[in-house]
């Protein structure tokens, strides 16, 4: 095997799912990563929480802890794709700042930014049916997540099952439009 002393430099993509809890965006990714040319890697934020210890979290504590984490996940995609690779990242920007933070993070000429959609009525059918979050959720963040209104792509996966919105997404790459959706946002903000 060949040992590289030195890698050519290059910059990953971002594929930046956003979407509501229950919305899709795992499942999109999942799809994602069987059907791109390319390696990419899943970094779902719910991934960050889960790599968390289980010690207990004083209440008043509990929105720092998490402020951290969400800081921390947003540098470490942003850290992968500085290194060359490509990520397909799932996020709930249900906080304008996350939305902010990664604007100021990541090279806005390599995030394709998709809209992952669901109704409600599905939203809520599907987290009864997964028991573990809080119900109703994916509604309280239906209204910040999709707020900033610009996309590059948009799905919705109460029509489309997972395989066809990854197949939209990985038909769009190969010719992604400038300005991006994060190129846009950027500038207007």
Known sequence: MRHLTEVPPRRGLIIFLNGTSSSGKSSIATELLRMLDEPYFHMPVDAFHAMRSHAPVP????DTVLHRTWQGYHRAVAGMAAA??????????????????CLSLFDPRDV?????????DELERRERERGNRPP???ARQLRQVHAHGVYDVECDTGVA???ECARLIRDFLPSRPTPTAFQRLRDSG
């Open 112 to 120: 394709v930014l998709v809209g992952v959609h669901c109704p409600p």
């Open 136 to 138: 109703g959720l994916a």
């Open 84 to 101: 060359g690779n490509n990520v397909v990242m799932d996020h709930i920007l249900s906080a304008e700042w996350r939305l902010r933070d």
């Open 59 to 62: 209440p008043q504590e509990l």
């Open 161 to 163: 099952d997972p395989a």
